[in-house]
């Protein structure tokens, strides 16, 4: 056996070591399973392997120098586990070697140079030291969420020299001490409080109305709200939706937030601002880098608000809209705003307990902040509003994006948010709606549309280097917008598309019709072989 894909099941128990006997294998695939345990040291004895795919796991213990042995591995993925340890010297023998994946995992120590000559992604570890500059024509992306590395690229904070960093223990010692001090302190005050008194609530009360913020200061009130927004003025207003409106506030500590003041319902329902405390606390638990933070939220008689992180850029549909700000956009923004949306929305279906269904994906609700980065928001609002609804919908989204079987079914699923990612995919290509086009698409005279005719022409051309993202984000975005549900890929398998490494592309980007891509059966659902193109991370 030369090729082996059990990818994108439920294979649990660890990868036996028997598996070093099958020394013809140039492909392995075992990434989106259950698996845990360690990398078995008999991997060593697959010389032949050419692609090493273990993502999406469980795996546990740290990376096998015995993986050098693989002498002909081109390509190597090993993110989404538990790896720890550092990253083995020995790969650079792999002269093979050209993508490494070790993302989301808990490697530490340097990275070694030999990386250089490497596409690669080691973000979000617990990498420490000093990026050479010899990285330099490396995404920043590649090292992001390795909180200990400096350097003097973009992105990074100066490495202190070692004269700055004894300065800073002889300064923040005495500092320390007096911490340490007002630590004990409060302990043994706590403690009494909690004897004399009951133990406190983290939800706090004002007059009657529950107000509760997490990860924020702690000193802001219903009083600071209306303060910064002068009683919800309309100034302040930034926009309106079906939930409600939202407002721009700047509280007295400086920080500068976005109120959603949502429309009261169930207001005459005692058991309502239960459900909701118990479904926002759940919502503020939720960490990705790419979903707008909520801090918390206000329930007060006079009106009910959540309060988010702010987006300085506002929504993708307004900046679509606006020619000038449309061309601040350029395609490797475009492509990196499309999986920032696949991540976002892979973490809530797969990672997220319980599972959040968005309901109403659309270019309104991905929001952009300074730096034109995409963050998926109002995110579990329609349980929120309306915790006994299930997966029954009433509020069933935004006329355009909703899929289709929600007329028929008004079931919502995971499917039905994959659809509406397809409709905003397609929408940042061609920088307007799509309705006009999939409605054209079942007439014989379009079946020789091109591809290049719908991408948005306020741009430039796309050039060689995006042109294989360009093709992979369009042929993604057809398959989500298929009928039938179960035809539509999972957000997991793109999500992890988004970040496999880059492939050729077959066919130059001009000569590739809308017929070819919507016929494509290599983006079922994952379980072909990893023939497709895709965008790197």
Known sequence: MTYLYLDSNQFNGSIPQEIGNMKSLTDLN???????????STIRHLTNLSFL??????????IPTELAKCSSLTNLSLSHNYLNGSIPSQFSDLISLRFIDLSYNNLIGNIHLYLVNLEFNLSYNSLKGQISNIFQNHSYDAFI???????????FSPCLSSSQIMSNIKMSLPLTIFFV????????????????????????????????????DGKIAYEDIIEATKDFDIRYCIGTGGYGSVYK????????????????????????????????QMLTEIRHRNIVKLHGYCLHKRCMFLVYQYMERGSLFCILSIDVEALELDWPKRMNIIKSIAH??????????PVIIHRDISSNNILLNSELEAFVSDFG???LLDPDSSNQTLVVGTYGYIAPELAYTMVVTEKCDVYSFGMVALEILMGKHP??????????????????????????????????????????????????????????WVSQECCSGKKPLAIPLHAISLWQLRNQETYMMGETETQSFSASC
Request: proline fraction near 5%.
């Open 145 to 155: 969420g390795n909180k200990d590395l400096c350097g003097d690229l973009k992105g």
């Open 344 to 353: 976002a929305l892979s973490y809530m279906h797969h990672e997220c307990i």
């Open 381 to 383: 609002t329609t349980r």
């Open 249 to 280: 506030a700047q509280l007295p500590s400086g920080k500068v937030v976005a109120l959603k003041k949502l429309h009261r319902l169930e207001a005459e329902d005692p058991s309502f601002d239960k459900s909701f405390k118990n479904e926002v």
């Open 30 to 40: 075992l990434s989106n399973n259950n698996i845990v345990g360690e990398i078995p």
């Open 181 to 216: 001090l007002l630590l004990l302190w409060c302990f043994f005050y706590s403690r009494c409080w909690v004897i004399g008194k009951t133990q406190s609530n983290p939800s706090r009360t004002k007059n009657g109305d529950l107000f509760s913020i997490w990860n924020f």
């Open 435 to 492: 309705g006009e086009l999939l409605t054209s698409l079942s007439t014989l005279s379009s079946q020789n549309l091109m591809l290049k005719e719908i991408l948005d022409q306020r741009l430039p051309p796309p050039n060689h280097s995006i042109a294989q993202d360009i093709f992979f984000a369009a042929s993604v975005a057809f398959a989500c917008l298929r009928t039938k549900p179960k035809s539509r890929p999972t957000m997991k």
């Open 53 to 62: 795919s273990l993502s999406w796991n469980q795996i546990s213990g740290s």
